[in-house]
């Protein structure tokens, strides 16, 4: 049984937000996507959102929040910083661009909003949340309310990999049947390159990761998951 008529999926066309955007039409009657660019050194990404939402046969709607994402200095959008290849022992690494999950959820919220859409869906991660704190579970709980007191509205935001790791987010997008989709369209790479990516980038090295361990037990890794 469908959870609800509508919902929103805060959409970057990489693996997680893909795989909740399969989940959501299997829990929703009408999705939609919205996506940011928030000036992303790899426009390429926003290009492979597109193709995907059009695969999945869902309204895809961008909005540009560089002015808001620009002024916090992070390795995914500005060119003179080094990416950090892993995670410094104290603090964040420079790949966390701050504050960018809190203004994706409000503007998806707002949107939402005017098109009379209560539930939002969003692939953040608490397991493998690579020291975002905008990924936790705590966060988002908070968001909720916040977003329910500003616009006295009833929002549910949805988390559906909040406690998977990067197998099992592998696992889900294979009882939705779409895992071929997720691994050869999406973009999560740093560095811009579709599917398996440039393989040493710290997303590329989460995802490859995950991808090895569950195709190296994929029976047992499905069946910590469930697609409905
Ligand atoms: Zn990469």
Redesign the pocket.
């Known amino acids: 049984m469908k959870r609800g008529d509508k919902a929103l999926v805060v959409f970057s066309g990489g693996q997680d937000s893909t795989t909740c955007l399969f989940w959501a039409l299997r829990h929703f009657e009408k999705v939609r996507t919205i996506t940011f660019s928030y000036g992303q050194k790899h426009s390429i990404e926003i290009d492979a959102a597109r193709k995907i939402a059009e695969m999945a046969g869902v309204d895809f709607h961008t909005v540009d929040i560089t002015p808001i994402t620009a002024i916090g200095k992070n390795s995914l959008t500005d060119t003179t910083v080094v990416m950090d290849s892993e995670k410094p022992e104290t603090g964040c690494p420079n790949t966390f661009v701050p504050g960018r999950n809190l203004f994706f959820l409000s503007i998806a919220a707002v949107y939402a909003r005017e098109a009379g859409i209560h539930d939002l869906v969003t692939g953040v991660s608490q397991t493998d949340f690579s020291g975002y704190p905008d990924c936790r579970d705590s966060f988002i709980r908070s968001l909720n309310v916040t977003l329910n007191l500003a616009m006295d509205e009833q929002f549910v935001i949805h988390t559906p990999l909040m406690w998977l790791d990067k197998a099992q987010t592998w696992a889900l997008a294979d009882r939705l049947g779409v895992f071929d989709i997720v691994r050869n369209s999406t973009v999560?790479?740093?560095?811009g390159?579709p599917g398996e990516?440039?393989?040493?980038?710290p997303?590329?090295l989460l995802r490859n990761n995950g991808l090895k361990k569950y195709l190296s037990d994929r029976e047992s890794i499905l069946l910590t998951v469930s697609g409905i």
């Open positions: 999560t790479c740093y560095n390159i990516g440039c393989g040493h980038c997303s590329c």
